[in-house]
């Protein structure tokens, strides 16, 4: 019991690090393509400490409290599920869909918080936000679909273990083109451009997130921080082929081979959403449903059907 | 077992007695105690479920009768306990006698349903359940009402159609010989011989059941009665009308799959994994899912909005059904279950919300969370369940359903179930952010919290939203008695389906422990101070509360221009043209035949002179 | 002991032509005279029906002593025991209603009119005889003409010119018809008639009939020969437009049904049935489709009824059995609704001074028992369950089915359909338009309750009815039972 407590404690700090130096990785190198020197890796951790030292916060009512701890909860637990080389506490019960769930839960409770608040900013960045969503669905959905079919399990470990035997799930061709679907949708998940329309900096003052200041802040960037890192991780495990490194005798080693390896998956992951997100400018939200349920759903029905057959 | 009938007749009986004795006081208590006696008594046979409980009766020449089995039970249990609770919170809502009556009316028309034995008890009850509801809604709307009505009826006197046909060519009525007769039909066509039916036939009666069962389900194209219907009646009712009167066109559907099913896959065949009988009602379930989605998160009145969640919801059951398997007809009943469930707590609430604020539209709600804050728990639980997040009962069916529809290589329909998902975060959010956040209206800061009938009901569903979401085995052992196998092993707190797990009691632990951990984080910085809602962030623009600072009308206009095209085709408009040009031709009909005009009339009776000539000659 | 049943027939004949005298003494007595003559009808018919149905046995008398085929003679079977008891039944009804309803002069005329008519229903019904049948179908026609001009309106003179003529022209065949079979058969007996059918030259037997059937389907109200019906039944006083609906018509429909299935062996048959059939039908979609648009009630209700009776006859042209049952039982249900219907219609009409949609709005404040009447009423003839229709609409459905005519069945439900909505948008109006304040309402509203009651009693439990239809269904369909009760003596053929 113990043991799994200590467990899932460092994976959180991991997690959270890690997760922090990717939120530093996507300042830097965006300063680096915009010809500027940007802030140090470590700056988010400083900016969060920061936030949660504050002498005072406000608040607007119980729901605004707690649908931040309920989002970074619930971060927490898909963190969990997900299959961390040889670490994962529930990687039994990582099921595709419950994972894909779960990654969407925070959102939600972000929300929550963000309306009750009362800011029209707030109000109209929820609408986006959810608007988003529901136009990431329908390729998401195709995506793990054709995922679920060519493997013919749900669960994200047997995936895992299964591209250890064949190959990367990019290297198959329906899986491929759901994994073209799936970083597409990554963007909207990210919050980037082109469709960070939900936060839309400039235009709507952050969208859900501009009342929240103080330790609620803090929270969620730890919140952002890890969900980061999960998502990544998610999409390294499913379609990159994860990592499974037995070939040490000390299990330790092992162990750090395989995070080490997922780093650098997720890193990948990262650097291209990065790329893309330098590039474009932002879409309006009836533009990013359109474009969501035009090209990303056809790729991602093709790869189903593909898979199915 | 002489417990049927009683189970059956004892809420109409309630019903009559309550609208005869119109004192106040008397008539609810008679009206809840009308509801409660089948619950009761269901949950007293439960253990004798073994043995076939049966009871038939002639009545004029028919043999009628009822049957409890696990599947009838399980259907009857929901029934049961939806129908107690709406009729506890009428005892708030209800206007006047006639709403008990037709009330409990319906109630026993929706047990006869689930536990007729044969095709004309069955037909008997669901008219009297068509009719019971339809009353309820005709005090409220004419034109919902009839429109409700005629649909209904279309779709009964379809079945009745079809009962006639199956009448006509095997001479029986009771649901086993029935069966018997179609699966000996089906192994003489499989031998090459003909059948009793032939293939149009076959079409033909499988047409007129898809009709019947779909109008009552609400499914896509045949739903257009039920967002007017569900919204113009007594809220309360409607947490029995959308829970448990929707759930009898789904057990239409499994009985369709209990009668017909071996004739049906011998004349029709499979297509991909799935039977083409079965894909084109899970299709159309998809279609609904969809469908009903979309337009409720367009909706500007909160009766609208639940209204076409129902749809929708309906769309999730009508698709596991389609897809014939073992696990997906449990998932299917599972999400029934789970359906009732939350989507009664749902328009509980919205009774208890009408009830207290007397409005109906967005516009005129807000910031209730402070006021009705009992209320606002249970809508939490509800919202959580329909949205599907664990560890709630919405969940373990949703999950269900998509794992037994995309086990069968089923890519399209698995799409259709994922986007419904979405779409229900997208409605609720409206929900919840018109009416229980932001600024608060001036003329609701008198509201009071939910009045005791309807806290109790609505206490009851969301329990039992929360136990079984927790521990969703206790239902799929249920469920798996209906088909005498583990479909779905696990123990009570874990379902495990062989290719995936979800285990309910480990997932709210880890939750609770996720949630701890954020609230020490939350709880290491400094203490909070409450400000009011004027005293947010507005770019520099002072504000006050005159302002209106909560989008609370048509919050979703983006998604309204981006299904601009797809919103211009509106069923419900194709069957009102439909009807105005049967009234159109009804009054040419009648101008030209009954003209008022003798010699035309004495021309009439030569014209049959004429043909009785020539068809003797 | 049986010749008491003569009663039936010679009873309502003599208190007709008693009531000149009764003018002469005191006009005021005319009313209650009418109400006390149907009484004692009531009570013979009760007695024969009882008679009849623990026996088994059918009543024959022999007008004159003589023997058939040389003499006349009545034949009350189950069938005709039932029908006599329900005409007298509704007479009794409407001649109370008659007290209040109808006040025109000069009231002895209505009272022989009243008597007469029932005296041609149950005579037609009772009768043994092809020639007698005619005899009391030409009474009730000439009594219906004279009566739907009763009330002296330029309406309802109209409306008995076009039932004059229309009937007269399908008598005039029914004879011709009728003169046919005798030529051909040299008898008027109907059981002698059944026998020598298939005797005779199939050319003639089926011209005759087909001229029998013609001609009854006029006063049946078979589409299209039924035009004159919705006048009618509007412009008559209202007792009589009930007394029309709940068994002039029928009496028309029984005789056409009697005289189908006596003939059933002459050649073509199967023809005549299928014309019978299509007609029937489309009496059911036209007068049901006709019925949506009325803005007057009484001739909403009138176009219902016509619907009705096409149902009837549906069911009695499948040529089966279980059609011929179910027939029967839609025949006993439709009376009592379409009396109770009737006599609210009457009643509102004389109450709020017109029947007229507008008349029946907030009607359930005003009159709510009445309205309650016309509720159960509406939704028995719906066919919802829980009422009696319902049974019978059912029976008839699946009857239709099992003989195979499939089309038939969907153009029924079809205008049931129709029906629902007109019947629930008078119910809207009644209860939830409109309002007022609280009318009493006196016996006639007493008398609804308890058809009203009746109606939700059979509903509930149709198996007593139900066992009594099934034999009256027999006795019609059952033709050889029929020839061998009457004991015919052998003549020449």
Redesign the interface.
């Known amino acids: 019991m113990l043991g799994v407590f200590l467990k899932a404690l460092l994976i959180i700090l991991y997690a959270t690090l890690v997760g922090f130096m990717f939120m530093g990785i996507i300042r830097k190198v965006t300063a680096r393509i915009q010809r500027r020197i940007g802030p140090p890796i470590y700056q988010p951790i400083i900016d969060t400490i920061k936030f949660l030292s504050k002498k005072e916060n406000i608040t607007h009512g119980v729901i605004y409290d707690f649908g931040i701890i309920f989002a970074l909860g619930a971060t927490i637990l898909a963190l969990m599920f997900i299959p961390l080389g040889g670490v994962s506490i529930l990687r039994a019960y990582g099921d595709l869909i419950l994972i894909t769930f779960l990654l969407e839960i925070p959102m939600l409770g972000i929300m929550f918080a963000a309306m009750s608040s009362g800011n029209p900013y707030a109000g109209i960045g929820a609408q986006r936000a959810l608007l988003t969503m529901l136009a990431i669905q329908v390729p998401l959905g195709f995506a793990i679909v054709a995922l679920a079919e060519y493997y013919g399990t749900f669960s994200t470990y047997e995936i895992v273990m299964a591209q250890q035997a064949h190959g990367w799930s990019i290297f198959h061709l329906p899986l491929l083109l759901a994994a073209i679907a799936y970083d597409i949708v990554l963007q909207a998940m990210f919050g980037k451009e082109p469709f960070d329309i939900m936060t839309a900096p400039g235009e709507i003052s952050l969208g859900p997130m501009v009342e929240f200041g103080g330790k609620h802040m803090g929270i969620l960037q730890i919140q952002h921080a890890i969900g980061l890192f999960a998502e990544t991780l998610f999409f390294s495990n499913i379609f990159l082929g994860g990592a499974v490194v037995t070939t040490f005798a000390n299990s330790i080693l092992n162990t750090l081979a395989t995070l080490g390896i997922l780093l650098i998956k997720q890193l990948a992951v990262l650097l291209l959403a990065i790329f893309i997100s330098t590039i474009f400018p932002r879409f309006t939200i009836d533009q990013a449903a359109r474009f969501y349920w035009k090209w990303p759903t056809i790729i991602a029905a093709l790869g189903a059907i593909l898979a199915s057959l | 077992m002489n417990e049927l009938p009683i189970i059956v007749i004892s809420p109409l009986v309630a019903g009559f007695l309550a609208w005869l004795l119109r004192i106040r006081g008397v008539r609810e208590i008679i009206g809840v105690a009308g509801s409660l006696i089948p619950l009761a008594l269901l949950i007293k046979l439960y253990p004798s479920l073994g043995e076939r409980l049966e009871f038939t009766i002639?009545?004029?020449?028919f043999k009628l009768g009822l049957m409890l089995s696990h599947l009838t039970w399980v259907f009857s249990m929901i029934a049961a306990v939806v129908g107690f609770t709406a009729i506890l919170g009428m005892i708030s809502t209800a206007r006047d006698n006639w709403e008990w009556l037709f009330a409990l009316m319906s109630l026993t028309g929706v047990l006869g349903v689930f536990m007729a034995y044969d095709l004309?008890t069955f037909?008997?009850?669901w008219?009297?359940m068509t009719?019971a509801s339809?009353m309820m809604v005709?005090?409220y709307n004419?034109h919902a009402?009839?429109k409700y009505?005629?649909l209904s009826?279309?779709g009964a006197?379809a079945m009745?159609?079809a009962?006639?046909?199956i009448?006509?060519k095997t001479g029986t009525l009771t649901f086993p010989e029935v069966s018997v007769a179609f699966t000996q039909d089906a192994m003489r066509r499989m031998m090459g011989g003909s059948g009793l039916f032939t293939k149009t036939e076959t079409m033909l009666i499988y047409g007129l059941f898809l009709l019947a069962f779909g109008v009552k389900a609400g499914m896509f194209p045949l739903h257009v009665w039920a967002p007017d219907a569900y919204s113009e009646t007594n809220q309360s009712y409607t947490a029995m009308f959308s829970g448990v009167l929707s759930k009898a066109g789904v057990y239409g559907f499994i009985l369709l799959y209990i009668l017909m099913y071996g004739k049906l896959v011998v004349e029709f065949g499979h297509f991909?994994s799935a039977p083409t009988f079965g894909y084109i009602i899970a299709f159309l379930g998809g279609l609904t899912i969809i469908v009903g989605g979309i337009l409720a998160a367009l909706q500007e009145d909160i009766r609208k909005l639940f209204a076409y969640s129902s749809i929708s919801q309906i769309g999730y059951i009508l698709v596991g059904l389609g897809v014939g398997t073992a696990l997906s007809i449990e998932a299917a009943i599972y999400h029934a279950i789970s359906h009732a469930l939350f989507k009664g707590l749902f328009f509980l609430i919205v009774a208890t919300l009408i009830y207290r604020t007397g409005k109906t539209e967005f516009k005129d709600f807000g910031?209730l969370?402070?006021k009705m804050p009992y209320t606002f728990a249970m809508a939490f639980i509800a919202i959580l369940s329909l949205?599907?997040?664990?560890p709630l009962v919405g969940?373990a069916s949703k999950?269900l359903i998509?794992?037994a529809v995309?086990?069968e290589?089923?890519?399209?329909l698995?799409?259709m179930?994922?986007?419904g998902?979405?779409?229900g975060?997208?409605y609720l959010?409206r929900f919840?952010?018109a009416v229980?956040?932001?600024?608060r209206p001036s003329d609701l800061e008198g509201t009071k919290d939910a009045p005791l009938p309807l806290a109790i009901a609505m206490g009851i569903l969301g329990a039992l939203n929360v136990v079984f979401g927790v521990a969703p085995g206790i239902v799929a052992q249920e469920l798996n008695k209906i088909f005498d196998k583990p479909v779905i092993a696990g123990n009570i707190w874990e379902l495990d389906l062989g290719?995936?797990?979800?285990?309910g009691l480990?997932?709210t632990i880890?939750?609770v422990?996720?949630?701890?951990?954020?609230?020490i984080?939350?709880f290491?910085?400094?203490?909070?101070?409450?400000?009011p809602?004027t005293?947010?962030?507005?770019?520099g623009n002072p504000i006050t509360m005159e302002y209106n600072?909560?989008?609370r009308r048509n919050?979703?206009l983006?998604?309204r221009?981006?299904m601009a095209f797809w919103l211009k085709i509106s069923f419900d408009r194709l069957y009102h043209d439909i009807w105005k040009s049967?009234?159109d031709?009804?009054?040419t009909?009648?101008n030209y035949?009954?003209n008022?005009n003798?010699q035309?009339?004495?021309w009439?009776?030569a014209?049959?002179?004429v043909?009785?000539?020539a068809?003797?000659? | 002991m049986n010749q008491v049943a003569s009663l039936l027939i010679a009873l309502p004949l003599i208190s007709a032509f008693f009531v000149p005298v009764l003018k002469q003494i005191n006009k005021s007595l005319i009313k209650p005279y009418l109400v006390l003559i149907t009484l004692i009808q009531t009570g013979i018919a009760g007695w024969v029906f009882k008679e009849v149905y623990t026996t088994g046995k059918p009543i024959i008398i022999y007008a004159g002593g003589w023997r058939p085929p040389i003499g006349i003679n009545l034949y009350i079977g189950h069938f005709a025991a039932l029908f006599v008891l329900i005409i007298a039944v509704v007479s009794f009804i409407m001649a109370i209603f008659s007290l209040k309803a109808v006040t025109t002069e000069p009231i002895d005329k209505y009272a022989m009119l009243f008597l007469l008519l029932m005296l041609g229903a149950t005579g037609m019904i009772a009768t043994g005889d092809i020639f007698n049948l005619f005899v009391f179908m030409e009474i009730t026609a000439i009594t219906a003409y004279a009566l739907t001009a009763y009330n002296k309106t330029g309406e309802a003179a109209e409306a008995s010119m076009k039932y004059i003529v229309l009937g007269g022209i399908g008598s005039s065949f029914f004879l011709v018809g009728v003169a046919l079979l005798y030529g051909a058969t040299g008898t008027l007996n109907m059981a002698q008639l059944a026998e020598l059918a298939n005797s005779i030259n199939p050319i003639v037997a089926q011209v005759g009939l087909a001229l029998i059937i013609f001609g009854l389907a006029v006063e049946a109200e078979l589409f299209p020969l039924n035009a004159w019906a919705p006048d009618a039944y509007q412009a008559a006083p209202h007792p009589i437009t009930a007394m029309f609906s709940a068994f002039v018509v029928k009496a028309g429909i029984y005789a056409l049904a009697r005289l189908l299935y006596l003939l059933q062996k002459a050649s073509g048959w199967s023809s005549i049935l299928r014309l019978l059939v299509i007609m029937a039908t489309l009496t059911v979609v036209f007068a049901e489709l006709s019925a949506l648009r009325q803005k007057d009630v009484k001739r909403m209700i009138a176009y219902s009824s016509i619907g009705q009776v096409g149902l009837i006859a549906l069911a009695f042209s499948l040529g089966t059995q279980a059609g011929v049952d179910a027939g029967v039982f839609h025949m006993v249900n439709h009376a009592i609704v379409k009396t109770l219907l009737f006599l609210a219609i009457g009643y509102v009409g004389i109450a709020m001074g017109g029947t007229t949609m507008e008349n029946f709005e907030g009607l359930g404040k005003k009159m709510p028992l009445t309205a309650l009447a016309i509720t159960v009423a509406g939704a028995a003839t719906v066919g919802v369950p829980l009422f009696n229709v319902f049974w019978s609409k059912l029976r008839i459905i699946l009857a239709t089915l099992q003989a195979g005519f499939f089309w038939a069945a969907v153009l029924v439900l079809f205008a049931s359909v129709v029906e629902a909505v007109y019947y629930f948008r008078l119910i809207h109006r009644m209860w939830f338009m409109g309002g007022g304040i609280r009318i009493k309402e006196g016996v006639i509203a007493g008398i609804l309750v308890i058809l009203a009651a009746i109606i939700i009693l059979i509903g509930v439990d149709p198996a007593p009815v139900w066992n009594i239809v099934v034999k009256a269904g027999s006795d019609i369909f059952n033709v050889a039972n029929y020839v061998k009760n009457v004991p015919l003596v052998g003549v020449g053929s």
């Open positions: 002639n009545v004029a020449g004309i037909f008997i009850a008219e009297i009719f339809f005709l005090k004419r009402s009839l009505f005629i009826i279309v006197y009745l159609i009962i006639g046909l009448y006509a991909r910031g969370a402070e949205a599907g997040i664990p969940f999950w998509f794992e995309i086990h290589n089923l890519p399209i698995g799409g179930v994922f986007f998902s979405a779409i975060f997208v959010i919840t952010y229980w956040f932001g600024q290719f995936g797990r979800y285990n480990l997932l880890w939750m422990i996720g949630v701890l951990i954020a609230a984080v939350y290491l910085g400094a203490n909070v101070r409450r400000v809602v005293d947010t962030y507005q770019s600072l909560t989008i919050f979703f983006p998604l221009e981006v049967i009234e031709f009804a009054e009909a009648r035949v009954y008022g003798v035309a009339y004495a009439y009776l014209i049959i002179l043909i009785l000539a068809m003797g000659v």
